[in-house]
């Protein structure tokens, strides 16, 4: 028993030992749990604090993202723009106003671009609203999650109630066992009390053993019963520590979940905020570049208008001095018109003067020819031949009758144009006078010839022409403007005066007239008398007319007496004076008689001036009786002026000068060293054309006739032979020898049976000479 009951006590002191490790165990397991569920407490404490930290951060996230930035952003960013389409608007209106006379701005390239500008402005302000709606989205998700952490929060909530009430029902449940541990302590003490008995008591020990036998077993059963809870209670903390754990892990999973949904959250929202940021970046530099190129754009605008500024005030300047210029363009054409004008009328001027000074020269050329060739022809001996053409008379009438026929050549003054029959015949001439040439143009031509006689030589001088055709008038002239006759006689009286220092002179006049083949005396006693030329009786082959008066002249005065006795004379012996003188010849002689005294040189010059009878047809127009007659004279003696002319020209041994009375009367004037000038005289007049034509055709058939080499006739030098004067067929009656030669001296007419007026110009005559 003894032994039992050591082997008991000790595994009483096993048990009990057991027990209090047991008891340990739990209290340490208490405490842990304790520990623990404070642990979670606080970790469930810091998260709330979280939570609610997060849902600040998201409010704060919300309200920054509320678009606060992005929108002052957008409103700053639209005011700039407006504030830039204000200035486009204002540089458009200037630069339209400044481009308004130049073109209209259409299609501006500013233009355009602020279109642009104003496009990409509005996709900017769509982006924003995008951005804000997205903002929104992010928003309602964040929304969600807060919603969802609520949700797991109240999960995480009544975990935590569950884990109160276990840990409430494991708390009881350890009362429970404490209690039931501290029962079982009492217990001992009543095995103590029964071993005491049982060592009193022997007998009775015996059976208190078995008792206490079986009440061990009891306890045993009981112990085992409360190992039995005790397992339990631990598979219960097991299972409690493995639902904590589960919970723990729950928690740290949602934590985990929680975190990376914050993460998760953060990350979106750093995005959206990058994002965001980004966006109000990129809209801010576009904006910027956009700002820019569009203050670019302005300054370009600017150095444009600055640059347009210069241009636009060159412009204008050049447009100021355009219009300057041609305010003053007509002052100035005026000006230049007047100076070309100065100019050309100065030049026009000057070939003028040019164009007259080669004329000048040209006429003095020509005349120096004429000089030479007359020089030649007075070394020749020569016919000249020069035609006058008088002015259209009143006596002319009027109509195409009276109209001018004759043309010069402005150039050649010795051409003029016949236009006959609608044809122009022109004739060249030696000379020719025009309508308007005067009486002393016509002398000046003459003068040499005249002067000549002065020298020895014998000169006639013919006035040949129809009726009416201006002979009278050239040779005698009016008293107001006289003829070569007056002229003549005066330049000789000059030119004598001229040579009186070594030269005695005596100029004597004689005046005749052939009528029907007659010679009479002009100027003597009987008019009416019939003269005759006969051969001078000193062999010297010279021919005279006796009784022919010769009037010693020295003056003028004496020349008109003259020439007025002369006029008396003729006019008392017919009717008609007109009509008689154009049918006979009167003739002019004047013989100049020279001696020098120093040598004895004699010389004698004869000047016969002829006015011939008129040259027109008459006998073709049927005249009869006494018409006829002198028509046929006049032909005769005219023809035969003609004929001598044309002998002597080609040179004929045979020289017709005795087939009239003027030829036979001339023929030492025409023949050998003589000069002879033949006037025709034409009527301009239409009327006249025929007549005129053949004076100009005898003319022409004239002037080419020759003259054998001019001679000074002086007395030292041998006369022309008999032969060379055709005195092959003497005169009838004709007596050389019997009578002086006339002209030799004063010869003194006696006075006669004159008019008392030709008898006293007579005696005037004779006192003069
Ligand atoms: P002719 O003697 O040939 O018959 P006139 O000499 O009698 O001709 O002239 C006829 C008219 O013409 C006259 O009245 C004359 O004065 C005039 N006459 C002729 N020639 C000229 C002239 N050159 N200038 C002016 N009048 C002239
Ligand atoms: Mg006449």
């Known amino acids: 028993v003894m032994v039992s009951m050591a082997h008991l006590q000790e595994e009483k002191l096993r048990l009990q030992e057991e027990l209090r490790g047991l008891q340990e165990k739990l209290t340490a397991q208490e405490s842990d749990e304790l520990s623990r569920s404070l642990q979670l407490q606080g970790q469930v404490e810091t998260l709330k604090g979280k939570l609610l930290e997060q849902a600040q951060e998201i409010s704060r996230l919300h309200s920054e993202l509320g678009g606060t930035d992005a929108e002052k952003q957008r409103d700053l960013l ?5 504030r830039l389409r204000q200035e486009m608007k204002v540089m458009e209106g200037e630069l339209r106003e400044l481009r308004w006379p130049l073109a209209p701005c259409q299609g501006c390239a500013h233009l355009q671009e602020n279109a642009g500008l104003q496009e990409r402005l509005s996709q900017l302000q769509r982006e924003a609203e995008e951005m804000r709606a997205r903002l ?74 078995c008792e206490s036998q079986s009440r061990n077993e009891y306890l045993q059963e009981q112990v085992g019963m409360q190992r039995q809870v005790l397992k339990e209670m631990e598979q219960q903390l097991q299972s409690s520590q493995k639902t904590a754990a589960q919970l723990r892990a729950q928690i740290t999973m949602y934590e985990a979940e929680l975190e990376r949904a914050h993460g998760q959250m953060l990350e979106e929202m750093q995005a959206m905020e990058e994002e965001k940021n980004r966006a109000i970046e990129e809209a801010f530099s576009r904006a910027q570049v956009e700002m820019k190129a569009v203050h670019e754009n302005l300054a370009g605008v600017r150095t444009n208008l600055l640059t347009l500024q210069p241009a636009l005030r060159t412009l204008t300047h050049d447009y100021n001095s355009l219009k300057r210029q041609v305010r003053n363009f007509p002052l100035l ?40 060739h007359n020089e030649l022809v007075r070394l020749k001996g020569n016919i000249r031949v020069f035609g006058r053409v008088r002015p259209i008379t009143k006596e002319d009438g009027e109509g195409p009758e009276a109209a001018s026929v004759v043309t010069f050549d402005a150039d050649d003054d010795a051409v003029l144009h016949l236009l006959h029959k609608g044809k122009q015949v022109s004739f060249e001439l030696d000379k020719v006078f025009p309508p ?80 029907n083949e007659s010679l009479r005396d002009l100027l003597g006693k009987e008019p009416q008398e019939k003269l005759e030329i006969k051969l001078c009786p000193d062999g010297s082959g010279q021919l005279y007319v006796p009784g022919l008066t010769e009037f010693r002249v020295q003056s003028v005065e004496d020349i008109n007496k003259v020439f007025e006795f002369g006029h008396v004379n003729r006019a008392t012996e017919c009717t008609n004076l007109n009509e008689h003188s154009s049918r006979s010849h009167a003739l002019l002689i004047v013989t100049v008689r020279g001696l020098d005294r120093s040598t004895g040189l004699r010389t004698t010059g004869k000047l016969n001036l002829v006015d ?68 025709v005289q034409v009527s301009p007049a239409e009327k006249n054309t025929s007549e005129t034509l053949c004076s100009l055709k005898f003319a022409e058939r004239v002037r080419s006739v020759e003259l054998g080499p001019v001679s000074r006739k002086a007395e030292l030098v041998s006369w022309p032979s008999q032969e060379q004067l055709e005195v092959t067929e003497g005169p009838p009656g004709d007596s050389p020898g019997t009578a002086a030669p006339p002209g030799r001296g004063h010869t003194s007419p006696s006075p006669g049976q004159l008019s008392s007026r030709s008898a006293s110009i007579r005696r005037k005559l004779q006192t003069s000479g």
């Open 78 to 82: 639209a005011a700039e723009n407006e």
């Open 136 to 209: 929104a989205e992010v928003d309602l998700e964040v929304q969600q999650k807060t919603n969802r952490l609520a949700e797991v929060e109240l999960r995480l909530k009544d975990s935590l109630a569950e884990r109160a009430e276990e840990e409430e029902r494991l708390s009881r449940r350890l009362r429970d066992s404490q209690e039931t541990i501290a029962s079982l302590k009492s217990q001992p003490q009543q095995i103590k009390y029964i071993i005491k008995t049982v060592e009193v008591e022997s007998a009775k020990t015996k059976q208190a053993l």
């Open 333 to 372: 054409l005026q000006e230049t018109l007047r100076n070309a004008r100065a100019e050309i009328g100065q030049a026009i001027e000057e070939v003028h003067n040019t164009n007259r000074e080669l004329l000048r020269k040209y006429r003095r050329e020509l005349q120096l020819r004429k000089k030479c």
């Open 436 to 515: 308007q040439a005067s009486q002393e143009e016509v002398f000046q031509e003459v003068q040499a010839l005249v002067t000549s006689c002065i020298d020895g030589y014998n000169v006639c001088i013919f006035a040949y022409g129809q009726t009416g055709a201006g002979k009278t008038y050239t040779m005698e002239g009016t008293a107001a403007n006289p003829g070569i006759n007056q002229r003549a006689l005066q330049l000789l009286f000059s030119e004598v005066r001229g040579k009186a220092v070594d030269w005695d002179y005596a100029i004597s006049v004689s005046a005749a007239e052939i009528y």
């Open 612 to 679: 011939l009878a008129g040259s027109e047809r008459v006998g073709r127009s049927g005249a009869e009786g006494s018409r006829l007659r002198e028509a046929q004279h006049i032909n005769k003696s005219l023809s035969a002026l003609g004929d001598v002319i044309y002998a002597l020209r080609s040179r004929q041994g045979h020289v017709p000068f005795r087939n009239s009375k003027l030829t036979y009367l001339l023929q030492d004037s025409l023949s050998g060293d003589s000069k002879t000038l033949m006037m």
